[in-house]
């Protein structure tokens, strides 16, 4: 089966990188010590130390899995392209807008799903905001679709 790529930027490649080495040569030793601590009380069955353990290291390595994947299909977002072209909003970009509704200016930078973190300012180019904004230019009203309520905003600025 193939996997679908996973479009980051050079940035959070290496986020995704440093999480990958920090599970596996630090929280993999500290779950070891874990397990071993709760192995040393005794009797394991009732042992709700060890149950824990077992289930943090289960998490972690779950992740560590996960992490793998992602990596194995990273597509980078070549940012040098995407700076020369501030014409149009683009995977990449940086986007002021006004919503129409409550006349509040916003600023996202459209990201890969991986990096999306809305409340800090990283829209993923999934969502319905970022779908409606791309392709259009400095100027333009867009029309926010697929949400509950569907709204209006102007595009105030692109880099």
Do not use: C, F, W
């Amino acid at each position: 089966m193939t996997q679908k790529k996973i479009l980051v930027t050079q940035q959070g490649y290496d986020e995704l990188l440093k999480e990958q080495d920090h599970l596996i040569h630090v929280v993999r030793n500290e779950v070891i010590k874990e397990l071993q601590e709760a192995r040393a009380q005794g009797d394991l069955s009732e042992n709700a130390d060890y149950d824990a353990a077992r289930d943090h290291q289960a998490r972690v390595e779950a992740r560590i899995r996960e992490l793998e994947i992602m990596l194995s299909n990273v597509e980078l977002i070549d940012e040098t392209k995407l700076t020369k072209s501030t014409k149009t909003v683009s995977l990449g970009s940086t986007v002021r807008i006004l919503d129409l509704s409550s006349n509040e200016e916003e600023e996202y930078t459209i990201v890969g799903s991986v990096e999306a973190d809305p409340l800090n300012g990283k829209l993923s180019n999934v969502a319905p905001l970022a779908v409606a904004l791309l392709d259009h230019k400095v100027g333009s009203t867009v029309e926010i679709e697929n949400v509950e309520e569907p709204y209006e905003v102007k595009i105030l600025e692109i880099r």
